[in-house]
């Protein structure tokens, strides 16, 4: 692969805040912490006093959810070190997307491994550890239900609910993985052919592509970590405490013309048991779990709390804060969209007294093939210009390259001469003459337009070809409308390039937040 790079800015697809956040504007500094330089992460590492007791939990967690991973020697290894008081992690999370779902879930991974391993590489004393957190808690199944390949939507339709990585991999999945199992890779049908449920699946999958890169895999939804979540478990649902927090800071945002990404509830967790994920509200003096019949007094459930934390599923608002409470994190990788929401948390983690991690957008790119790089070559446009709308490129296409004005300036400016020197000489005659001239000159002018627009669809039929080709660009780069990586699957470059990934982990750079655009080279 050949890598170029363009600023995100030039791409259209990026939030104020989080331009403004990635150039390290002033007025961003007080809503996080350390910016994600490589030098910054000593202090991080001084920042981040992590519990002994909790090491042991997570080693022990951990170990036990890879019993019966195949080739795990390297994970274990990593499981194990993270009892050592010098062993953090870098994080990035995702949802549990049928067969890796979008490029971008690859493109967060392969950041992750990367930032650990120039941090491994600068540090020597201290061992980094990269994590994908698994959103096996999530419940909005639609969002997950699918993958695209080749302008193609795969789903998977069932009547489950609850807790997605919990989802049987039943009679429905079965039905729908038949439809794929002709151009899957082996490592998929290994993966899901042998799990019961969705996460275990996932689980399988990612340890194959990234095990041996020393990746670890967490499941948030476990008692044994939830145990460690429960003081903020109970101030949210007691004392609301984390919704004041994050609207006094989303309100302080605001005030600098930033739009919110989240909106903070009095209470910000979810009730969650075997096919329910509701949300817990406040009713007098009941707590509802809406859309059950299940329901507390404040005793009842400051006891359920101690009880079952594991019932207890954090939303957007507490899910930061839960997973830096459970790993000894210093980074957090994600999209534009997560680094701004993140944003609005840093007083939530400053009441609990946790180290707020460095917020580290995910590598973006672009990938083109050869077919898309020939076209963009033919038409000669420029890294930027691949970003430009194509009614904006054909604008500035047609304008060069037609055969006269399109816009007729010059007939216009005669033409207009024409009638005000004949206007001023017929007003001498007769002063409403002049006033009629005037009009005749708007008139003629408006022809003249009319003509122009006659003029500007000849010359586009004389250059479709060339058009269509750019139409043709920018859809193969935002297929229905969205940037490639929301939407292909990673197999569209797989099945044909197996090296794939060890490509682009070559090419990409945790610290370069340019938005890169790689063309695949077939020699």
Known sequence: MIKSTVDPDCTGQFSALFLDYINQKPEIFPFYNQFPKIGNFKKLIEGKKFKEAHRKVLVETLSRHYQGIKDSEIANQQIQSLADSNTYTVTTGHQLNLFTGPLYFIYKIVST????????????????????????????????????????KYQWKTNQSGAVGDFELDESFKS???????????????????????????????????????????????????????PAIQEDLFQHIPQDLANSQTKKLENLGYKSQIFPREINLFYMDKGIRERIEKSGDIYKVLNTDISFTEKELMEHVEAHPEHFSPNVVLRPLYQEMILPNLAYLGGPAEVVYWLQLKGIFDHFEVPFPALMPRNFAVV???AADKKIQKLGLSD????????????????????????????????????????????????????????????????????????KKAEERKWEIQIGQRKAIFEYMNPA?????????FMRFYLEHPEFIEQIQSLFDPFDFSYMILRIDNG
Do not use: C
């Open 368 to 370: 083109l093939d050869k």
């Open 113 to 152: 491994i990367n930032l650990a391993e120039r941090l491994n590489q600068a540090y020597p004393d201290n061992h980094f550890v990269p994590v994908y957190w698994m959103a096996t808690e999530d419940h909005d199944f639609e969002e997950i239900n699918y993958f695209k390949l080749d302008g193609k």
């Open 176 to 230: 729908f993985f038949k439809e794929v199992s002709g151009f899957v890779p082996d490592f998929f049908k290994e993966a899901y052919q042998s799990s019961g449920k969705l996460s275990e699946a996932v689980r399988k999958y990612v340890h194959h592509l990234f095990g041996e890169k020393g990746l670890l895999i967490v499941d948030g939804n476990e008692a044994a970590f939830k145990r460690i979540f429960v």
């Open 481 to 489: 409308g969205s940037p490639q990586e929301r939407v292909e699957n």
């Open 384 to 455: 930027e210009l691949l970003f430009q709308s194509v009614e904006e490129w054909k604008k500035g296409f047609i304008s060069m390259n037609a055969s006269m004005d399109i816009k007729l300036n010059r007939e216009k400016e005669a033409l207009g001469s024409i009638f005000e020197e004949s206007g001023k000489t017929a007003a001498e005659l007769e002063k409403s003459l002049g006033n009629a001239f005037g009009a005749a000159k708007v008139r003629a002018l408006k022809i003249l337009d009319q003509l122009g627009q006659k003029v």
